[in-house]
Every structure is written in structure tokens, then in C-alpha cells.
């Protein structure tokens, strides 16, 4: 479950932020100063934080360079284009000027949570492990030197672990990365993979399946 930090010390706007935010299936930390959401922030981590700017201790604009890593959208009733343009560059994520609708700041909400989510650039199979930004492969902490047709293979195949892949749908797919592999080629191919792969690891990926093409060996 997602937790959003409201930091605003109108109890009545905060209580309306947080039976919304529930409603939606948000878990929720409340501040009521800049002070405290620094104490809030130093203890927990939300996955997004709403920041009133006109609080009492620290401003909103004091407490902005304190939360890192963190998208924050602004709940202001400052409406001057210089004060959105300065938190804004600030590294607030978003703007919104009170009053507002709770719908449109639910539906900002998913867009930044969405933005903020990290992606996946790891397969990971037992002690094998793809990275997809690299192109590195590591067996049982082995890593092993893959062909641009022998990465494709492998990267189909682990993506659809425990599944199997029929020969005509592997060179479809791996046509994009290599385009030079033939129906007769693949079977050489991924009998090179299974010895690289069985040689670092010491025991076989990748099976063929009988009358139908390949299968990575997800057990």
C-alpha cells in the first residue's frame, strides 16, 4: 500500500485529505508544521507527500529541500505565478492552487506515484540473472559472454519462464534484435546457450520440448 505524507496545519483540510486518501486505499502520515514534518520525514519514508507552503515554524519552501527522493505536490492558496515558478524549480513535482477538487488531485496523485515508480531492468531465474541495461548475464555469480542472438534467445525464453516457446514465435520475436537468425540457424544457436549456460551453472536452463520449440527451466 501506497503512503501519501500530508503536511498542513488546516485540521479541517487535512481531515478531508486524509478520509479521501483512505477511500482511495492510501496509507496516511499527518505534520501539522514545517518542524514536525521534518521530524515525519526523518522517521518515515511516503511514496509522495502533500506540502501546504503557509506553515507554522518552518514555511513549506523551507521544508522542500528536505524531502528527497520523494515527489512532492504543493497545496497552496498562493495563486502568484512567481511563487508556483519558485517551488516548481524548488523541486516540487506539482502545483495546486487551493481550493481545489479532490478528484483532480487523486488522479495528479497516480500520475506522480506512476512517474516515480521504478522499472524493472532485471530478469532474475534461480542463480541467473539478465540485466536488460547492460546486457549482462551472471550464472551461479559467473558471468557468462552471450552473442547478440544467444541474449535475444535467453531473454524471450526468461520472460516466459516455465513456458514453452514454439520455434516460430522465438524468431519472430528475436528478429528486432537479429535479424540474421534462420529457422535453420536457431536450433545451433540455442545449443550454444544451453552449453554456456551449463557451464557456469552446472546444470541445464533451457529444454526442448518436443514438437513445439524451448522452455526455460523456472523450477
Known amino acids: 500500500m501506497k503512503t501519501i505524507g500530508i503536511i498542513d496545519d488546516d485540521i479541517h483540510i487535512s481531515n478531508m485529505l486524509e478520509e479521501a486518501l ?15 514534518a521534518l521530524y515525519l520525514l526523518d522517521r518515515h519514508h511516503p511514496d509522495l507527500v502533500l ?44 502545483y495546486i492552487t487551493k481550493p481545489f477538487h479532490i478528484q483532480e488531485l487523486l488522479a495528479r496523485i497516480t500520475v506522480q506515484l506512476r512517474q516515480s515508480a521504478p522499472t524493472a531492468s532485471q530478469i532474475q531465474q534461480g542463480d541467473l540473472r539478465l540485466d536488460l541495461l547492460s546486457r549482462e548475464v551472471i550464472v551461479a555469480d559467473h558471468p557468462v559472454h552471450l552473442t547478440p542472438t544467444e541474449y535475444a534467445i535467453l531473454k524471450i525464453l526468461l520472460q516466459n519462464a516455465g513456458q514453452a516457446i514454439s520455434k516460430s514465435v522465438l524468431l519472430e520475436r528475436i528478429s528486432l534484435d537479429t535479424p540474421d537468425c534462420t529457422d535453420h540457424s536457431l536450433k545451433q544457436h540455442v545449443s550454444n546457450l544451453r552449453k554456456k549456460l551449463r557451464d557456469a551453472g552446472g546444470k541445464d536452463y533451457i529444454e526442448a520440448v518436443w514438437g513445439i520449440g524451448f522452455r526455460f527451466d523456472a523450477s
Open 22 to 36: 483512505r477511500k482511495a486505499g492510501y496509507g496516511v502520515l499527518r505534520a501539522y508544521s514545517g518542524t514536525e
Open 51 to 94: 506540502l501546504d507552503l503557509m506553515l507554522p515554524g518552518l514555511s513549506g519552501e523551507e521544508v522542500l529541500p528536505h524531502v528527497k527522493g520523494i515527489p512532492v505536490i504543493v497545496l497552496s492558496a498562493k495563486t502568484d505565478i512567481d511563487d508556483k515558478v519558485q517551488v516548481l524549480l524548488a523541486g516540487a513535482a506539482d
